[in-house]
């Protein structure tokens, strides 16, 4: 089910909504929601990864010295 939402954009942000908007044929709330959802997806996805990296720390999985030293190089080389 939908429900209404306000919010204030910008100018610019809303301008730039209406241009995508209508290069894809489509209306705001569209875009809108398809904005809103990848945001919720990034985010969830982002605190699902915390939560696994804090139950590794809690249940004692760590990196050695040795494999942080060598990510470390790792990254030297490249630079």
Do not use: C
Not at 2 to 10: A, G, H, M
Not at 27 to 46: F, G, M, T
């Amino acid at each position: 089910m939908y429900k209404p939402v306000t919010f204030r954009l910008d100018d610019d942000k809303l301008q730039s909504l209406d241009q995508i908007a209508s290069s894809m044929d489509r209306d705001r709330s569209y875009v809108i929601n398809e904005a809103v959802s990848n945001y919720l997806e990034v985010k969830q996805w982002h605190a699902d990864q915390i939560r696994q990296a804090i139950a590794g720390a809690d249940a004692g999985e760590f990196a050695t010295d040795e494999e942080v030293s060598a990510a470390f190089d790792a990254f030297k080389a490249k630079a």
